[in-house]
């Protein structure tokens, strides 16, 4: 077999490729105590597609921008005089140790019990679990209205902005007085009496607001994603009066609240039949999958191109320093807003449970269980080697189950290059 060959050239032990065949193989039958009999590890009879690959590569690319976060924020004043939580995100444990939890039902590895910073905005590593979580109770909320007969709008609301804009004063300050920038014109907007009028004309039961952020060769440019869950036929009429009602609102508001004026694409709406084209703007708009090769683009191309916060955060990770200075910017003008906003009682009326981002970036695949314990000592001597390591011992759990990630924390210990090799090799067969 070409791998073997391939690890001894390298010089890796012969014992280490014993010890994973050993447990490549001998996963799916695994009766060790804590193990259920029926859980199958992806094996070396089985193929890895091109969509593992790539969820892997993604988790990898958020290990690693979570490094660029944490070292980037250390420099950055903290509007409150703190500590950035996210430069200690799963630094620390709550209990004696961290265990590496197996969910079967999606194949999947990840940690629990290391306190986790919560941040959907600056870190990479929670904004992926809580946007994928809100991704779901988004879907469920589709889902159930459309059951149920309704009806639904995608309403986008944009304003025109400036290279010279900073993104505090576009995006509003509610803590002085609330009526200036996007903060205030989205409060005028919600209670103008014609857009009130409106919404009781759709039959709107209620609704869900994103807050975007890119940034482009025009500057910051934030904006909204709404979903009104409506109880009207989709006509395309009753979609093109809301339009221009709406536009006139929008520009309206924006004006008394200091914003230029939005021109006739400021407001967007369509109709929603299901709910993938919201989703798909949830959490920095683009996928993870691509954000390496727009930010490549983007930088080729003078900055035309809009980024993302993991864009610039990638770009700032390659030397770029205005992609660090501008993601500075961006973690202290987001600091304690909310992402997604749902209408009062909607989640309630819905049976959706309310819960925090930090609640999300903690929370425990329900039929996972507890696949390996990361003693203290090993774990802070994970913590020492690059973030990336971290992902790969999720790969390694995922891959080869409990064995290989007791064998690869041996290794880690005594030899990473050792450690890397193992991991290649277990990756491959
Ligand atoms: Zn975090």
């Known amino acids: 077999m070409s791998h073997q060959d391939e690890t001894h050239q390298s010089g890796a032990p012969t014992n280490t490729l014993v010890s994973i065949t050993n447990c490549v193989h001998a996963s799916a039958s695994d009766t060790s105590s804590d193990t259920p009999t029926n859980c199958v590890y992806t094996s070396a009879s089985q193929s890895f597609d091109d969509e593992t690959a ?5 988790r990898q690319r958020r290990y690693e921008l979570q490094r660029t976060a944490a070292t980037l924020l250390r420099d950055v004043p903290h509007p409150r005089g703190r500590e950035w939580r996210t430069v200690r995100c799963l630094l620390h444990f709550s209990g004696e140790a961290v265990a590496v939890r197996y969910s079967p039902s999606i194949a999947r590895a990840s940690f629990a019990g290391a306190c986790v910073c919560g941040s959907v905005w600056v870190c990479p590593v929670c904004s992926a679990r809580i946007c994928e979580l809100r991704r779901i109770e988004i879907a469920a909320a589709h889902t159930v209205h459309a059951a149920a007969g309704g009806s ?12 010279s804009d900073e993104l505090s004063a576009l995006l509003g300050n509610r803590r002085k007085g609330g009526l200036r920038g996007l903060a205030g014109a989205m409060k005028r907007f919600r209670n103008d009496r014609q857009v009130k009028k409106l919404v009781e004309s759709l039959g709107r039961v209620g609704f869900i607001r994103a807050t975007e952020i890119t940034r482009g060769a025009n500057g910051w440019h934030p904006h909204f994603h709404e979903l009104w869950l409506t109880d009207c036929p989709q006509d395309d009429r009753i979609r093109v009066h809301a339009t221009e009602v709406l536009l006139n609102v929008w520009k309206r508001v924006s004006v008394m609240s200091g914003l230029d004026e939005p021109n006739a694409r400021g407001v967007d709406l369509r109709w929603s039949w299901d709910a993938s084209e919201y989703l798909s703007k949830i959490g920095h708009e683009q996928t993870w999958g ?9 930088t080729k191309r003078g900055r035309k191109t809009s980024r993302n916060a993991w864009q610039l955060l990638r770009a700032a990770g390659d030397g770029d320093r205005d992609a660090a200075e501008a993601f500075s910017e961006f973690a202290q003008a987001t600091l304690g807003q909310r992402q997604l ?21 903690r929370h425990v695949d329900e039929d996972s269980f507890v696949m390996s314990v990361i003693p203290a000592n090993r774990w802070r001597a994970l913590l020492r080697l690059p973030y990336e390591w971290r992902a790969q011992v999720l790969d390694v759990a995922e891959n080869g189950g409990p064995h290989a990630v007791s064998d690869f924390l041996d ?15 277990l990756l491959e067969v």
Request: charged letters at 30%.
């Open 152 to 163: 639904a709008l995608f309403v986008t609301l944009t304003t025109p902005h400036d290279i």
């Open 290 to 298: 691509s954000a390496r090769e727009l930010a490549s683009a983007a």
């Open 411 to 425: 290794l880690l210990e005594v030899n990473p290059s050792q450690a890397r090799e193992f991991v290649r090799i």
């Open 54 to 58: 790539a969820k892997r590569e993604a």
């Open 341 to 361: 906003v749902w209408a009062r009682g909607l989640k309630a009326a819905l049976a959706i449970e309310d819960r925090t981002d930090e609640e999300l970036a």
